[in-house]
């Protein structure tokens, strides 16, 4: 699925994609945090239907309940289709070593041979995360590797 994203000078970004029955659906991620959730007419795809206004709660309640379970989904999909290859979610604890530290920080690549993919914080998935992005605790790490790559990440964030 195409996903268009636009950038809005002085607003944020607007991303937007078409259904499979041609209905255009549509994000506004405002600079203040606020997101409009746009679904576009059917007889005029200029032209909004509904526009509902999300405070930042709302939008990570409505991104909890449609990403994380749709993230989780595909990545035992590929599990299935990958022989040796396991994902695992593995979270930060407050306090833990990681806890305010980057993820270059952790070196988990090189040291376990897993890769981070993905990091869900407060039901907002951040897929494949930079090396800069810097980890809170109560995060929740979505990891892929082997079985002894992805426990080898989770020590790692564990004991540091």
């Not at 039901?123 to 002894?148: H, K, L, M, W, Y």
């Amino acid at each position: 699925m195409d996903v268009e994203r636009t950038p809005l000078p002085g607003v944020g970004l607007r991303y937007e994609f078409e259904t499979e029955r041609g209905r255009r659906v549509g994000v506004v991620t405002h600079r203040s945090g606020k997101r409009e959730l746009i679904v576009y007419d059917a007889d005029d795809p200029d032209s909004a239907s509904e526009d509902i206004q999300l405070t930042g709660d709302e939008s990570n309640v409505l991104a909890e309940l449609l990403g994380t379970a749709r993230i989780v989904e595909r990545l035992a999909d590929l599990e299935r289709q990958t022989k040796g290859l396991v994902s695992r979610q593995l979270r930060i604890e407050p306090g833990s070593p990681y806890d305010g530290r980057t993820l270059a920080d952790t070196h988990a690549r090189a040291r376990t041979g897993a890769s981070v993919v993905a990091v869900v914080r407060n039901g907002e998935v951040i897929a494949s995360p930079r090396p800069e992005f810097r980890f809170e605790g109560n995060d929740t790490i979505v990891v892929i590797g082997t079985d002894a790559g992805t426990s080898g990440v989770e020590t790692l964030l564990r004991e540091g």
